[in-house]
């Protein structure tokens, strides 16, 4: 089998990456793994293993991607039969299903279309204009997709009721997580990223780690945190990340951290995390948060209703600083309900497929 995935993400090309790493997991379930990404000038062919290689574009403007994209793509596979059953065509994003969709219109190849991002959110649909073509560019997807990778019910329920997909050809599964790394870590005395060591003047400490971008919605976690300061003054924010926005995150008694590969000790020392997302597909962090029994508060996004629900979470609507901060000062009043949420939360790794379970099940997926 020859897998031809078609995505953008830089990290592709950095040796190390969690990006580059997790495809070269997914080598070993085809016979070749070529990664296409669109990517702005300064990148190289980089060969990712024995049989896995990945391909920028080096596109000088965002449309030019489809033809760039689609001259490495024939090149790759153009000697190939119309219709060769052994091709499998999988995209991540708008401009990328319409790549997808030229391929199998040209080749006939299998098309596995995956969404990743809650595209039905009227906060992504009114972010921007770009938004709006990336979401008609998944519309067109679900017309000529085989099978359609979602990470969340939110968005398989949405496809299901809005767009009239097949519920039959979706099917469920976000980024494999290692649960037992977070769960089996339980040194917290090292003062290399113990928030409690490094921050003592912090009474509390809320931490978030996220992109900082516009959808992340910071401004709405800095006005949560001021009401929270109202009844605790020396409570701590810690935000770790890197991004856009990261010169506009200012206030009293506020950290930022670059990202860190390694959050676990950050889970770990931290009393709750928070997380402010105008929209979310999945929200990695509130599942390594969960499996770190870090209590959480989040806005009502991504896997949220899956795994993490009222059981296990204090949950607000997007944009509601005022409920997210009657959340946090809720538990911060009360360490007993603290300790209940830790104890729910450990149970979500009940939830997450084995490493081998979760390769058979991204293999199943190309070929429905």
């Known amino acids: 089998m020859i897998l031809l995935s078609l995505g953008h993400d830089p990290k592709l090309f950095e040796e190390g990456s969690a990006v580059a790493n997790r495809q070269k997991e997914y080598a070993k379930l085809v016979d070749e793994l070529h990664i296409v ?8 062919v980089t060969k990712l293993g024995e ?3 990945a391909y920028p574009t080096n596109s000088k403007r965002r449309f030019s991607y489809l033809w760039d994209g689609y001259k490495i793509c024939r090149d790759i596979v153009g000697n190939l039969p119309l219709g060769h059953p052994g091709v499998i065509v999988t995209s991540q994003d708008g401009i990328t299903n319409l790549l997808a969709i030229i ?3 040209r080749f006939g190849f299998h098309f596995e279309m995956q969404v990743h991002t809650d595209i039905f959110s009227k906060y992504f ?9 990336r979401l008609f560019g998944f519309w067109l997807g679900t017309r000529r997709a085989s099978s359609v990778r979602v990470v969340s019910k939110r968005i398989k329920t949405n496809l299901v009721i809005r767009w009239k997909v097949d519920k039959r050809k ?11 790394r977070f769960q089996n870590s339980t040194d917290t005395t090292n003062p290399v990223n113990n928030l409690r060591k490094e921050y003592p003047n912090f009474s509390h400490i809320i931490l978030m780690a996220s992109r900082l971008s516009r959808e992340k919605n910071l401004p709405l976690a800095l006005s949560a945190f001021k009401e929270v300061r109202k009844k605790f003054s020396e409570a701590g924010l810690v935000i770790v990340g890197d991004g856009p926005l990261i010169n506009q995150i200012t206030g009293d008694r506020v950290v930022v951290r670059p990202w860190e590969k390694d959050l676990v000790p950050l889970y770990k020392t931290s009393d709750i995390f928070l997380l402010t997302s105008d929209y979310e597909g999945y929200g990695l962090t509130l599942v390594e948060a969960a499996l770190s029994g870090t209590p959480i508060v989040t806005t009502d996004v991504g896997v949220v209703g899956d795994y993490i629900n009222a059981h296990n979470a204090l949950i607000a609507p997007p944009r509601d600083y005022r ?3 009657a959340h946090i000062i809720f538990l911060l009043q009360n360490e ?3 300790v209940m949420m830790r104890e729910r939360l450990r149970k ?5 497929l084995a490493k081998e379970d979760y390769l058979k099940a991204l293999k199943q997926n190309w070929l429905i």
Do not use: C
């Open 336 to 338: 007993s309900a603290r």
């Open 170 to 180: 979706i099917r469920i599964l976000p980024i494999f997580i290692d649960a037992s």
């Open 37 to 44: 990404s669109y990517t702005q000038f300064g990148y190289r």
């Open 348 to 352: 979500v790794a009940d939830h997450l």
């Open 323 to 325: 409920k997210l901060a």
């Open 103 to 105: 391929l199998n219109l």
């Open 125 to 133: 649909r009114k972010e921007s204009l770009g938004n709006l073509m």
């Open 51 to 53: 049989n896995a290689w």
